[in-house]
């Protein structure tokens, strides 16, 4: 399967839901829903990464589609049982598809979709859940974290170059480890700075700039001239270090280079490993709106667009021989001369 690819519209940081009205049968008759339930991660709507991308698929399947939807923000601190009251409000309300954004949903999709077997849910990033009426939506950040490691070697002018993870978990285990064999793919002998800012979700490693711009200054500090992340909305304060010290940054999950919130680093944002999960959530409502529900794993890799490297900074694509090794490091991962680590 490959997925639409979609431009990340620029969101606002507000933590209210919106509710944009309703639509139950699309020209076909084969529609029967209210509209799309989309609900959010830690981070929330304006993150510029991870929810975002979330959003901008929702917001394209409602213009195409003429369908209503609803987004809504996470609490502080909330617990599964907040996660499930979400969804069954979303699912009680008549939302199809419904769309929990992240990992953490796991535990209140399973608990959910089996209260609404009519209603298709989603969950990105996790691959546990099975249900007839469940599509799990993950993707191979691995590679595209090869990529941006590919980039990073390639670029840096110190051989010494920094890995920040949002939080200490396997799931962002595999941004390092594709960062990481990508980078020593280069140089065999660079030196990674590597440091993760918090071990739960809950003690705020995707939500607090703050941490991820101390981070990035202590990398700084210690030698580093290009710095990943994989941090969520924590991604804004590693960029904005990097900005401030004139060194690289490499963004996350959507093209950071391009969002609005970002625009005064942007000069400073060599490129973004991307996952398209705007796209993923596009071709989910699209195959219920069409009465064909997806189901199972759908997996997002380079083969199927599913995720890539962002190069819209006009100063990478005028690195011509970086520019070239990411484009080799990518035709190696597709062909399969190259298989990148997840651990």
């Keep these: ?39 959010y991660d830690i981070g929330g709507k304006g993150d510029q990464s991870f929810n975002d991308a979330a959003y901008a698929g929702f917001q394209k399947a ?47 999709v399973k608990e959910i979709a089996a209260k609404y077997p009519k209603i298709t849910f989603g969950i990105i990033d996790d691959n546990e859940v099975t249900a007839k009426n469940v599509v799990d939506m993950v993707f191979a950040a691995e590679q595209s974290s090869y990529l ?26 595999t941004f390092e480890a594709g960062f990481d064999q990508g980078a020593k793919s280069v140089n065999p002998k660079i030196k990674i700075e590597s440091q993760y800012l918090t071990q739960t979700p809950a003690e705020g490693g995707f939500s607090s700039p703050d941490k991820g711009k101390a981070a990035a200054q202590g990398q700084i500090d210690a030698g580093a001239d290009v710095i990943y992340h994989a941090a969520g909305l924590s991604g804004q304060g590693v960029i904005q270090a ?29 490129g973004s490993a991307l996952k398209n999960v705007g796209g993923a959530v596009y071709d989910l409502v699209k195959s219920v ?43 190696d991962i597709i062909s399969g001369k190259v298989t990148v680590n997840t651990k």
Aim: proline fraction near 4%; glycine fraction near 14%; charged fraction near 20%.
């Design 1 to 39: 399967m490959t997925v639409a690819v979609i431009a990340l519209a620029a969101a606002g940081c507000g933590k209210s839901s919106s509710d944009s009205g309703a639509s139950s049968t699309s020209p076909s008759g084969k529609y029967n829903g209210k509209g799309i339930g989309l609900a």
């Design 62 to 108: 409602e213009k195409d589609f003429g369908l209503g939807g609803r987004d809504v923000e996470p609490a502080d601190n909330e617990t599964d049982a907040d996660k499930v009251q979400r969804l069954d409000q979303l699912a009680k309300a008549g939302y199809n598809p419904i769309i929990g954004v992240g990992f953490v949903y796991a535990p209140a």
């Design 289 to 331: 709106h069409e009465g064909k529900p997806e189901s199972g794993v759908v997996n997002g890799t380079l083969k199927t667009g599913g995720v890539g490297f962002a190069d819209t900074n006009p100063k990478y694509k005028a690195m011509t021989k970086v520019v070239a090794a990411v484009e080799k490091a990518k035709q």
């Design 148 to 173: 941006a490691g590919v980039a990073a070697a390639s670029a840096t002018k110190k051989d010494h170059i920094g890995f920040i993870g949002g939080v200490d978990i396997p799931l962002i285990h």
């Design 242 to 270: 990097a900005a401030t010290a004139k060194i690289w940054a490499i963004g996350v999950d959507s093209d950071q280079y391009s969002q609005s919130a970002l625009a005064k680093y942007k000069d400073y944002i060599l």
